[in-house]
């Protein structure tokens, strides 16, 4: 169980070397020791099981990252983040709920609720500050009447002592500036918050490795009773 939660802290690290992301490799060793972890304390476990070709296609992606970046190839870089990040969900969807399955063993059971709920609230505070980010864009993008304010910034070019000219271009642009800097904090205040409970899923998950290693082997299939004789 500690591979498994030594697996999580790697996955935090990202160093940039000469201008590349070393993130990827970490991302990799990462899973290769969650990978470790999980064979370590049951390979029979069922959501390890499901887990665990979805880790040999998060390690292969980062791999494919990693080349591209080496090859400073930007195609498909889109399409390999998304596929990374959902598959990179499910996969950790089912590590917790598999160490969940040993809750009866640890002296505080209550853990593994306890870092499941920490590792939900953080993904989805990631989501909302994304979103936030993704409606900031489309809000400026589609709010602003480019036409109309392109024109009025090549008169503004062509004649940039007009005072009126320039609080014409500020009338335009303030309500959606607003908006934008609104949702910029929006997203700024969720991604810290995010990052504190996935800090306090490791503490959460930290503690069940620990408690796991102490535990009092529980009885888990009618083979472990011992033969009548």
Known sequence: MNLIFYGFLVMLLGIDVSGISLAPLFQIGGYALVMQGMQAVDKENTY?????????????????TFLMDVA????????IGIATGVIGL??????????QVYRDE???????TKMYKRWRLSVILFIVGFVAVIVAMIALITAVPFTAFMELFTE?????????????????????????????????????????????????????????A????????????????
């Open 48 to 64: 390890f099981k499901r887990a665990l070709p979805l880790i040999y296609a998060l390690m292969a992606l980062n791999a494919a």
């Open 90 to 99: 499910i996969t950790v969807y089912n590590v917790l709920k598999g160490i």
């Open 106 to 112: 640890l002296q505080t059971p209550n853990l593994t």
């Open 72 to 79: 400073n190839i930007a195609a498909l870089g889109g399409i």
């Open 156 to 212: 503004f070019q062509a004649n940039p002592t007009s005072e009126a000219l320039a609080y014409e271009i500020g009338q335009l642009v303030a309500p959606i500036v607003g908006v934008f800097f609104g949702l910029m904090m929006v997203f700024l205040i969720t991604i810290v918050t995010a990052m504190v409970f996935y800090i306090m899923f490791l503490v959460s998950l930290y503690n069940v490795q620990k408690e796991f």
């Open 214 to 229: 102490l535990r009092t082997p529980a009885i888990s299939a009618p083979t472990d009773f011992p033969n009548p004789q």
